[in-house]
């Protein structure tokens, strides 16, 4: 028992300074080594060894199962609670050395968690969480408000902030208002600038209509209460402001608008699944028009929720976090804040441009654009080529990564491969 508690603590150094895939599952002792007669390590035999044992034995080999550390200190205790809430699991099987990532946690939960404890008057960051997720390592970091401790979250950002006076005048002027359709009852809470990528989106989707435009389609389970998904959904516009987003054009510069009560709910009366999802993706999206759109429908019995929306909107990781308030929306449970995009606008405003091109012009120096297919040479005439495949992902709450940075490593790996290189250099849209 005392050799697994070490080796479990082992395991939770390992952790915090090593990847999830490098940290042993199991560590079986052994009172020598088997070798093959070339004295070389007998792997085989090991693997024999491994698979002779049952699941009892083997839980009593892993790091895991061993006696948990109660929470010793006041924080330690307090914030075991906020993570059996956030995490919804038994109080009692979090214990000191656990991380918050093992239970179940992931990165949209950090925000939440750090949402709630502060609530319960406790600060600390996300940053925190990741550096050391062991529920002893952030209750050092945690620091009580209430105390006179200094807030360590940003002040709010007020409306209309990251505008100059004469371009929030136009933003609440009536040619804003006539260009998106906007109702006598709406508003326009705040507007700020688009970043780089936001602008050239858009402005792709005006020259080349639907591209950019992702369409959704999800099956609903027959225990679904469908009144009850339409009023979580509505939650989840209320709560991600870029839901109620639209892009105009204020003096020649591309900007966003937030609006109030901006549902659209799309009628699929006497509509089939195919011919809703195809007036749904061929519906204009530009400049002051809604930027996202969406509908149920039923069919033979069955109910389909289908979402189309502008890449201008949203991406990956936000589109993590608006199906997590959609779950907790649906299930009744505890939503947080949702941080507004305008604070990373403002991040991006403030950001030294010169000196982050110094600095990526000094980590790329030498690096060499990978030439993979290669390029032929001398006259020939240009060809097109296309290759599709179906690469199928396993579904993970516990991890943040999306799947487009795991085809990202992937196509790196590749390309490494081929062009006989330890790194690989090409260009993407992120």
Known sequence: EALQNRLGALVDELSVVLPKYMIPTLIIPCKYMPFTISTKLDRKLLHEQLSSLTWDQRAAYSPSNRIKREPETRMERRLQTIWAEILNVPMDSIGRDDTFFQLGGDSIMGIYLVSTAKEDGIAFTVKDVFDDPRL???????????????????????????????????????????????????????????????????ALTVKQPGSYVATYVYHLSKLADVSRFKNAWDT????????????????????????????????????????????????????????CRYTIVSEKGENYFIWVAHHSIYDGWTLKVMFSVLYQAYSDRYIPEIRPFSYFIKYVQETNGDAAASFWETELSGAVRASFPPRPTGPHKAESQCYRSTISFTSSAKT???????????????????????EAVFGVTV
């Open 136 to 202: 002893s390592a952030v209750a050092l970091k945690a620091i009580l408000i209430q105390d006179g401790s200094a807030d360590i979250t940003e002040s709010p950002l007020e409306p209309f902030s990251l505008l100059s006076e004469s371009r929030s005048s136009l933003a609440l002027g009536d040619e804003i208002r006539e260009e998106c359709g906007l109702d006598d009852g709406q508003t326009i809470e705040d507007a700020y600038p688009c970043s780089p990528l936001q602008e050239g989106l858009i």
């Open 236 to 291: 989840v516009v209320e709560v991600c402001s870029n839901l109620r987003t639209r892009i105009v054009l204020l003096d020649g510069v591309t900007t966003q608008v937030v609006l109030d009560n901006d549902s659209h709910w799309q009628s699929a009366e006497n509509e089939t699944l195919d011919s809703m999802t195809r007036s749904l993706r061929n519906a204009q999206m530009g400049y002051g028009t809604p930027l």
């Open 400 to 422: 943040s990564i999306t799947h487009a940075t795991i085809l990202r490593a992937a196509w790196s790996i590749v390309l490494a491969r081929y062009c006989d290189s330890n």
